[in-house]
């Protein structure tokens, strides 16, 4: 496989600590917030019942469903968690533990919920995402006039103007959801070069934790990017199929590998989030390849729906893993079985070894994020560092390497160079064919 799958290695310590110090400031941050605005609202109601920890979800593990129906009954409004929720950034992004998880909030959230809260007294809610709190990864654009940048967490692109919301970002919004900040990430979704995961010039080395800051996210993965920090963090991410959610608007690393989808706590959430922003665009020609009609995934959630259903475990790929992660997958799939299906396992693909072997997907990588990105590029609006292409992006971090290249473990930036130095040939179309053999293909255990 090619780069390390993003997302930095669990702090564990320091991530339980900020979750014991958190649950308090939380429950008093929200407390407090719903204090407030009852006072300025003119409520007669106590401030004291307003403490009735029932009115109150657990943010660390408030499903979006609890979320919508807290909002819906009128225990809390979309203005009480946006304020909630930016408390608990401020305290453990740059305070605290430190997490450095958010490299941006978006300053027009507040006035998004409020009229969002508005919306949903006159005319009811939108649906499941009305009023909820959303991060999305800093590759992925939001309109510059909100107020955030859009990055991929480098200096280069500080203050560059994107044309328009991504497709992702605009589904979020036509839903209801209020994009309340960027998420830290490994600078150009770690395709600079060899440096420790979740490091970024702008965002520092983050850490990938999962705390609660946020309802639900959007996370992008070419090479493991959603699934790796997902279950590292003991997450529900989905990697949808490259075409089934628009990449258009989103930071590049290759249009065969790029893919945009959820990173939740739970299933449910997770369907809830896929449901709004899968479907065609005709701005990313590989989605026009799906049905017309997006399935309501949520729906079709059914206690029984693994009843029936045969599911092979390809074990070699879990030999490297973590142990604790591998007797969790383990008892996962006892879980799975007792839910009705039907388990081979192993059910290892055949061509394992080749796979393994194979560098075909560097190649690429490599070329193609010449291609895409250099095109992301030309479609912005503004960039006022000048940068134009991948050579001035290359020559743009050596000029200011102080805060790009950053001693003592983040100066590298080959792949960058790699790809500078690619074109697309025939040894690129070869890689190519090479992989969809490999990974389409053959990529079947029922051969
Ligand atoms: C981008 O980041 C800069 C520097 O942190 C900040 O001043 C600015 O408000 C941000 N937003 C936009 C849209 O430029
Ligand atoms: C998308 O369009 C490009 C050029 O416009 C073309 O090269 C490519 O094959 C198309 N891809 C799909 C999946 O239709
Ligand atoms: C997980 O299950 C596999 C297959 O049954 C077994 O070989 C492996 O030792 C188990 N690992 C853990 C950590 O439980
Ligand atoms: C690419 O795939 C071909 C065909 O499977 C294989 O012969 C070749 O060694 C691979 N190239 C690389 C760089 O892995
Ligand atoms: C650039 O590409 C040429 C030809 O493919 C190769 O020989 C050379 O090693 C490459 N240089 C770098 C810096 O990748
Ligand atoms: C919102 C926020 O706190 N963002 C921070 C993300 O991390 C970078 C670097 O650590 C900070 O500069 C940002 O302020």
Redesign the pocket.
């Known amino acids: 496989m090619h780069e390390p799958a993003e997302g930095a290695p669990t702090v564990e310590e320091r991530t339980t600590m900020g979750r014991i110090s958190l649950r308090l400031i939380l429950f008093s941050a929200l407390t407090l917030v719903l204090g407030v605005c009852f006072t300025t609202s003119g409520t007669t109601q106590a401030p004291s019942t307003l403490a009735a920890p029932s009115m109150f979800p657990d943010l660390y593990e408030a499903s979006i469903a609890e979320l919508q129906d807290g909002l819906e009954k009128g225990h809390f409004t979309s203005v009480d968690l946006v304020k909630a929720y930016f408390a608990r950034i401020e305290e453990v992004n740059l305070q605290g533990p430190a997490l450095r998880a958010v490299i941006e909030t978006n300053p027009s959230a507040l006035k998004q919920a409020s009229e969002l809260d508005l919306e949903r007294k006159v005319s009811g809610p939108r649906g499941p995402l009305h009023g909820i709190p959303i991060i999305v990864k800093d590759n992925i654009a939001t309109l510059h006039s909100e107020g955030m940048n859009t990055t991929a967490g480098s200096f280069a692109l500080l203050g560059s103007v994107v044309p328009r919301d991504a497709h992702v970002a605009a589904q979020l919004r036509a839903a209801g959801a209020i994009i309340l900040g960027k998420a830290n990430l490994s600078e150009w979704a770690n395709f600079r070069g060899s440096v420790p995961s979740g490091f970024s010039g702008r965002g520092g080395q983050a850490t990938s934790p999962a705390i609660g800051l946020v309802a639900g996210a959007l996370g992008s993965e070419t090479d493991g990017s959603i699934v790796s920090p997902s279950s590292n963090q003991n997450l529900v991410g989905i990697k949808p199929t490259v075409g089934l959610t628009s990449r258009a608007g989103v930071i590049p690393i290759s249009e065969h590998q790029d893919t945009v989808g959820p990173i939740c706590r739970s299933v449910a959430d997770a369907a809830v989030i896929l449901t709004a922003i899968a479907g065609r665009d005709p701005r990313d020609n590989f989605t026009l390849a799906q049905p017309l009609k997006v399935p309501n995934y949520l729906q079709a959630l059914k206690p029984d729906g693994l009843k029936g259903v045969r599911l092979g475990?390809p074990?070699k790929f879990?030999e490297t893993g973590n142990?604790n992660v591998?007797?969790a997958?383990?008892a996962s799939?006892d879980i799975i079985r007792g839910l009705g299906a039907t388990v081979v396992?192993?059910a290892d693909f055949p061509d394992f070894d080749e796979l393994r072997a194979s560098d075909n997907e560097t190649i690429v990588l490599d070329t193609d994020f010449k291609v895409d990105v250099n095109q992301y590029i030309s479609e912005l609006l503004d960039v006022p560092t000048g940068v134009k292409n991948l050579a001035d992006l290359i020559a743009f971090n050596t000029a200011h390497a102080d805060e790009e290249l950053v001693k003592p473990f983040w100066t590298d930036q080959s792949t960058f160079i790699a790809s500078e130095n690619t074109t697309v040939d025939q040894a690129y179309f070869d890689a190519l064919a090479a992989d969809k053999d490999l990974g389409a293909t053959r990529g079947s255990t029922r051969r």
């Open positions: 475990v074990r879990f142990a591998l007797a997958f383990n799939i396992d192993p």
